[in-house]
C-alpha cells in the first residue's frame, strides 16, 4: 500500500469516491457469478485479459475497442471448441501495481518505484514518484468512461455476449471508498468491478486484502504461485469461500513454464480432494518473466507450455481446466517474443507501450488462443469417451 504524505488529501479522495455511484451494480456482479458457476461445473470456460496496467497515456475509445474485440476473438476461438465462454477483461481500474522493490535506481539515484497511474507517474523524478491520491479519482474517471464505452460498443453489436470487468484489488483506499451495501439484501460488493482479484504479493492469510475480498460478494480471483502450500490454499479457500458456492472463487496458478508441472498437482489435488468448487484457471504470464538485451519480455513458447501442463494436469487430476488468464492488447506491440509475426530480439524495444509487464500483441495472442481451442477441444471429447 502506497504512503500518502497528504493524509488530508487521501482522506479528501476517499470522501470524493464515496460520493461518486459504484463503476459496476450489483445485479451485474451477480450475473458474472451466476456465468461463473457455469464454469465451476464444468460446463464453460473464463477468458480474462487485458493490459498488465492500464494507463492514463493510453486511454483512447479506440484502445478499449481493440481490447475488447481482440478478447472477444478470442473467446469466439475458444467457443468454437464447444464450451459457452465468460468474458472479463483486465480493463476499467487495473492502474495499480505491486512492486517487488519499493525503492528503483537509476544514475545512482533513489527514487520510489512506480506503483501505477492511480498511484504515482512513471517519469523518474521525485515530483512524479510521489504518491497522488487525486489520482484515485482519475482512475475512477477512466474506469467510468472505460465501462460507458463497453457498454455502447455492445448495444451497437445487438447480440454481443457481455464483457465483464475486472483488476487486483490492491489499493484498499480506492476499494473500500467504491464498497456499497444492498439495502435489501444487505450484501456488500466491491462497485470498482465485477470481479477482483487477490495479487501473488498481497495474499497473505490474515492480510488486508484477503480481509476485505472476505467481505464482498464479488468473484473473487486468487492468484496462486510456486510457494503455495496446499494447505495455505485450502486455509485461503475456508476464508474465502466458506460456503464452497460456485461461481465465488477462481484459482489463478502462475507458476511458470517450468514449475507448473511439479507445483500444480499437488494444488488440484487438495481442491478437489476437499470437494471445493473454486475453478482452476490459469496465468501463463506472470510466472514466465524475463530480460533480454535489458527489456523484459516473455516467450510464447513458455507461455504456450505453462498452458499445455495447465490442461494435461487437469486432466489427470480429474480437475475442469476453467479458464485463461493473458496480458494482452489489441495494440500491434513489440513486448513479448514468439509467434510467426514476430521480429524476434532486435524488435523488442520498437514499439513497446506496456507501463509494466510485456502484452501479447493479437498475432501473439490469438495463437494461445488456438492453442487452449484444441486443449479444450480434447478435454471434452475425454470428457464424453469417460461418461
Ligand atoms: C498481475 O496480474 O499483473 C500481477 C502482478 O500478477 P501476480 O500477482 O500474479 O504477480
Ligand atoms: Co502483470
Not at 528503483?104 to 506503483?115: D, K, N, Q, T, V
Not at 514449475?259 to 468448487?277: E, F, H, K, V, W
Not at 530480439?345 to 481451442?373: F, K, M, T, W
Request: glycine share 10%.
Amino acid at each position: 500500500m502506497p504512503v500518502y504524505p497528504d493524509a488530508a488529501a487521501l482522506a479528501a479522495s476517499e470522501r470524493a469516491l464515496t460520493e461518486r455511484s459504484p463503476l459496476v451494480p450489483l445485479c451485474e456482479v451477480t450475473a458474472l457469478r451466476a456465468r461463473l458457476a457455469r464454469v465451476a461445473a464444468g460446463a464453460a470456460f473464463l477468458v480474462q485479459g487485458g493490459d498488465c496496467a492500464e494507463s492514463f497515456a493510453e486511454f483512447s475509445p479506440e484502445k478499449v475497442r481493440r481490447d475488447e474485440q481482440l478478447l472477444l476473438g478470442i473467446g469466439s476461438l475458444i467457443a468454437s471448441a464447444g464450451p459457452s465462454v465468460v468474458h472479463v477483461a483486465r480493463a476499467a481500474g487495473q492502474f495499480a501495481k505491486p512492486r517487488s522493490a519499493t525503492m528503483e535506481s537509476e544514475a545512482g539515484i533513489s527514487l520510489p518505484s512506480y506503483r501505477g497511474d492511480a498511484v504515482n507517474g512513471r517519469a523518474f523524478t521525485s515530483a512524479s514518484r510521489a504518491p497522488e491520491p487525486e489520482r484515485l479519482i482519475e482512475a475512477y474517471e477512466q474506469a467510468r468512461a472505460t465501462l460507458t464505452l463497453l457498454g455502447a460498443y455492445r448495444l451497437a453489436e445487438r447480440s454481443r455476449d457481455m464483457v465483464y470487468a475486472s483488476h487486483e484489488a490492491l489499493l484498499l483506499h480506492y476499494e473500500q471508498a467504491l464498497t456499497r451495501q444492498d439495502p435489501e439484501t444487505g450484501l456488500h460488493w466491491a462497485g470498482s468491478g465485477h470481479m477482483v482479484w487477490i495479487g501473488e504479493r498481497t495474499r497473505a492469510i490474515g492480510g488486508a486484502h484477503v480481509e476485505y475480498a472476505r467481505g464482498i460478494a464479488n468473484p473473487i480471483g486468487l492468484k496462486c504461485g510456486p510457494t503455495m502450500a496446499a494447505d495455505e490454499l485450502l486455509r485461503l479457500i475456508d476464508l474465502l469461500d466458506p460456503d464452497n458456492e460456485a461461481g465465488r472463487l477462481v484459482l489463478i496458478g502462475r507458476f511458470g513454464a517450468a514449475q507448473a508441472g511439479s507445483a500444480l498437482p499437488s494444488l488440484m489435488q487438495a481442491t478437489r480432494r476437499a470437494g471445493r468448487r473454486a475453478i482452476w484457471s490459469i496465468d501463463p504470464m506472470h510466472g514466465n518473466g524475463s530480460v533480454v538485451r535489458g527489456v523484459k519480455t516473455r516467450n510464447l513458447t513458455d507461455i504456450l507450455t505453462e498452458t499445455r501442463t495447465f490442461f494435461e494436469v487437469a486432466a489427470a487430476e480429474g480437475v475442469h481446466a476453467g479458464g485463461i488468464h493473458l496480458e494482452m492488447t489489441g495494440s500491434d506491440v513489440t513486448e513479448c517474443l514468439g509467434g510467426q509475426a514476430c521480429g524476434g530480439e532486435s524488435e523488442l524495444g520498437r514499439r513497446y507501450l506496456s507501463h509494466c509487464d510485456p502484452r501479447l500483441n493479437p498475432p501473439q495472442a490469438l495463437e494461445v488462443a488456438i492453442a487452449v481451442a484444441s486443449l479444450v477441444g480434447r478435454a471434452a471429447e475425454r470428457r464424453s469417451d469417460a461418461a
